[in-house]
């Protein structure tokens, strides 16, 4: 059974970093999409950045691009998520989520404050 972990949130003041990190277990990333989505309260679930597992290729959403970099560690089997320049809009629980041959499976999310 595959699982995520995230971990990293917390409470940050505007313009801060925040590092985030997804680990796997049941399975080891190959030929995998890994991304990073956030739900802030009242909203739907936004997509925030991606990374293809066996290039390395990512891509951005439009509100975080510059700001956020994600990354990848085989040694770990960990997809990080370093966020910079926060603003309070960044407010939201944040997801990983994979897409591979099993199907999609995501994390149980961790919590990203940013106080103004």
């Known amino acids: 059974q595959v699982q995520l972990v995230e971990s990293g949130g917390g409470l940050v003041q505007a313009g801060g970093p925040l590092r985030l990190s997804c680990v796997a277990s049941?399975?080891?990333?190959?030929?995998?999409?890994v991304g990073w989505y956030r739900q802030a309260p009242g909203k739907e679930r936004e997509f925030v950045v991606g990374?293809?597992?066996?290039?390395?290729?990512?891509f951005y959403s439009d509100t975080v691009k510059g700001r956020f970099t994600i990354s990848r560690d085989s040694a770990k089997n960990s997809v990080d998520l370093q966020m910079n320049r926060l603003n309070p809009e960044d407010t939201a629980t944040y997801y990983c989520?994979?897409?591979?041959?099993?199907?999609?499976?995501w994390g149980t999310g961790t919590q990203v404050i940013v106080s103004s």
């Open positions: 989520m994979i897409s591979y041959s099993g199907g999609d499976t």
């Open positions: 049941g399975r080891t990333f190959t030929n995998d999409r």
């Open positions: 990374i293809w597992w066996n290039d390395g290729e990512t």
